[in-house]
Antibody, heavy 119, light 112 residues
Framework: QMHLQESGPGLVRPSETLSLSCTVS??????????WGWVRQPPGKGLEWIGS???????AYNPSLKSRVTISVDTSKNQLSLRLSSVTAADTAVYHC???????????WGQGTLVTVSS | QSALTQPASVSGSPGQSITISCTGT?????????VSWYQQHPGKAPKLMIY???NRPSGVSSRFSGSKSGNTASLTISGLQAEDEADYYC????????????FGGGTKLTVL
């Protein structure tokens, strides 16, 4: 069974850049022909799609976040990365990475990592 | 872009059936068979229950089924059980503005 694990700082200062990694085990990013995703959930609120990436490097981003988001992939390490710049308190959320089973459908999810934006 | 529209809450008694709706537009739900449904218990990661409108991942109970008509997708849970109490989210592939994925606002299911 595939396992995904997010990692990165739990606290980020306002206006700085949030950086997270997602390590995939039990399966290969390269053999999945769909787009791997990042999804976040502010405390007490709903799910918000951040963006996704194909193993070839192709990306798709949430239009409302596009100017601040960069998603990358390192197939040699079987890892995804997320960078979100110029963060504010509104970016405080649990951030999940997820593996696709179809277009826009995510089967396996990481447990999520809480990132708090605060000075 | 606006989220897909779901009822904030639904409820049902054990053994009953309930349906959760998810309304979008022709640029998302109505235009593509790429609608998914997720179940989320408090403090847990979302769990995929339905993808591509009607498909169930291996291990998901057949009590969960999906359908779509026009711009509205639906999740039906039959034979309600106490453990079905959770938040449910729909999502869809969308081509409004640029290709992306959009989620619904979520529905809280209460098993009475």
């Amino acid at each position: 069974q595939m396992h995904l694990q997010e990692s990165g700082p739990g606290l980020v200062r306002p206006s700085e850049t949030l950086s997270l990694s997602c390590t995939v085990s039990g399966g290969s990013i390269s053999t999945n022909n769909y787009y791997w995703g990042w999804v976040r959930q502010p405390p007490g609120k709903g799910l918000e799609w951040i963006g996704s990436i194909h193993h070839s490097g192709g990306t798709a981003y949430n239009p409302s976040l596009k100017s601040r988001v960069t998603i990358s992939v390192d197939t040699s390490k079987n890892q995804l990365s997320l960078r979100l710049s110029s963060v504010t308190a509104a970016d405080t959320a649990v951030y999940h990475c997820a593996s696709p089973v179809s277009r826009g459908a995510y089967h396996y999810w990481g447990q999520g990592t809480l990132v708090t934006v605060s000075s | 872009q606006s989220a897909l529209t779901q009822p904030a809450s639904v409820s049902g008694s054990p053994g009953q059936s309930i349906t959760i709706s998810c309304t979008g537009t022709s640029s998302d739900v109505g235009g593509y068979n790429s609608v998914s449904w997720y179940q989320q218990h408090p403090g847990k990661a979302p769990k995929l229950m339905i993808y591509d409108v009607t498909n169930r991942p291996s291990g998901v109970s057949s009590r969960f089924s999906g359908s779509k008509s026009g711009n509205t997708a639906s999740l039906t849970i039959s034979g309600l059980q106490a453990e079905d109490e959770a938040d449910y989210y729909c999502s869809s592939y969308s081509t409004s503005i640029t290709p992306h994925v959009i989620f619904g606002g979520g529905t809280k299911l209460t098993v009475l």
